[in-house]
């Protein structure tokens, strides 16, 4: 089993990649409902719900997690080797990293949106320091908090989605490439593809290909995962409204329990 974690839908998304790469899998979504938004808590608040959560997940016996949630593995990444060092802990955050630097290695002028919390974490300051080297790119930080409401409540509401998008986007000067740096964003990327031109990186498709070479360099545990093509999803929260948002989103009907 491979299970993935978030605060809600935005790991649907990033499973839908990884189900049409490798839809032989079995996979296990784990979304806490209940303490959505990440965005909007304060960071021991994130660090807490992200350890219990993946406590939880290990509880019931994963032995691999993606992280499917930027802001928890913004507060996460530094310290779980060392917390569940027989643990896997995947972030989806790295696999984006390493596209944007593969696409311009020395003069992007790189847009990044994403939730409040994961801009103040400054986490991307140091991994961008550490995977980018020498390279001089321009960093423009737009938090979004309003995205993630809109993917849990008003996905109908087509004109908001398209004012709120386009008044985020007017916040960056001249990008080349934005990041999409919170899993419910991409849920709307047709709307941020009818605004932007420039290249858009969503890192839960770059961790998706990246994972089989990934697996390859694991056999350990290629050998472990179960491949019966199931997929089951908890939740913290309200279980009929996870079902109808959660069945919109992936095109096809989620059943959840709640957990
Ligand atoms: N989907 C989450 C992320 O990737 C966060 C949304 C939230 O809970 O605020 O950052």
């Known amino acids: 089993m491979i299970w993935f974690f978030d605060s809600w839908f935005g790991w649907l998304q990033t499973m839908k990649y990884f189900k049409e790469m490798y839809p032989e899998y079995d996979y296990i979504f784990f979304a806490d409902t209940k303490n959505c938004p990440y965005g909007e808590k304060s960071w021991e608040e994130i660090r807490d719900f992200t350890f219990k959560g993946l406590n939880r997940l290990f509880d019931h016996w994963a032995k691999i997690v ?22 896997k802990v995947l972030s989806i955050t790295i696999p984006g990293i390493e596209e944007i630097i593969k696409r311009d290695k020395t003069t992007g002028n790189v847009g990044i949106l994403a939730t409040q919390a994961t801009i103040n974490s400054n986490i991307y300051n140091d991994l961008f320091a550490r995977f980018w080297g020498n390279g001089d ?3 423009n930080f737009v938090m979004a908090p309003e995205l993630v ?23 960056f000067e001249n990008i080349d490439y934005l990041i999409l740096w919170c899993t419910h964003f991409p849920v709307l990327m047709q709307y941020f593809k009818d605004q932007f031109s420039g290249d858009i990186i969503d890192p839960s498709i770059e961790s998706a290909k990246k994972f089989w070479p990934y697996l390859e360099r694991h056999n350990d545990i290629k050998e472990k995962l179960s491949a019966n093509s199931n997929i089951s999803c908890y939740t913290t929260g309200d279980k009929e409204t996870f079902d109808k948002i959660g069945s919109q989103i992936f095109w096809s009907p989620i059943q959840s329990q709640t957990i």
């Open 137 to 139: 790119p321009m960093f």
């Open 149 to 171: 409401h809109i993917v849990e409540k008003e996905l109908y509401n087509t004109t908001k989605i398209e004012t709120t998008i386009k008044d985020y986007l007017s916040k």
């Open 66 to 87: 993606i992280l499917a949630c930027n802001t928890a593995a913004a507060y996460a990444v530094r310290s779980r080797q060392t917390l569940y060092p027989e643990k």
